[in-house]
């Protein structure tokens, strides 16, 4: 064998171990990050085609005037909508400060037997900001928000 057929076969190798290992790091990335994902519904989609109770996901849409009730400790109630549907959200924790009817709302967690159990609520930072898939779920069902973050049904 020539020295030149030897560095071919090498050079072949070095590239297939590398694909190999490139596939594999990838499927284990892959594989890690799949309960990471978790993908945003509006409440009308959460209502149409309501996920398996196993599905952490996130919704969000608008708190509805005058359906938060407090239960006896740090357990809550509200619906949230995004003007043409409303799920229940059932929440135990501390709510953010600028949690409050009216306002826009994210809330992590699982739906089951009609109700949504949020593990996690994200309330607006400030008075001039609502989360981005809130604005576009609330936009497809003819809800105006105004620059300002404040919704004005149509």
Do not use: C, W
């Not at 596939?23 to 009308?44: C, E, K, M, Q, W």
């Amino acid at each position: 064998m020539s020295l030149m057929s030897l560095k071919k076969r090498r050079r072949v190798q070095i590239i297939a171990i590398a694909a190999v290992a490139l596939v594999l790091s990838s499927a284990i990335i892959g594989y890690a990050l799949r309960d990471g994902i978790n993908y945003f519904r509006s409440p009308t989609q959460v209502v149409e085609a309501p996920p398996a109770p196993s599905e952490t996901f996130r919704i969000g849409g608008l708190v509805e005037e005058g359906s938060l009730v407090r239960d006896q400790g740090e357990t809550v109630k509200f619906r949230v909508t995004d003007g043409n549907e409303a799920v229940t959200v059932q929440y135990t924790g501390v709510l953010p400060d600028l949690f409050g009817e009216g306002q826009g709302v994210v809330a992590l967690g699982r739906y089951a037997n009609g109700v949504f159990e949020a593990t996690e609520i994200l309330a607006k930072h400030d008075e001039n900001y609502m989360p981005k898939e809130v604005v576009d779920a609330l936009k497809e069902q003819g809800i105006y928000v105004d620059p300002n973050g404040q919704a004005n049904g149509s």
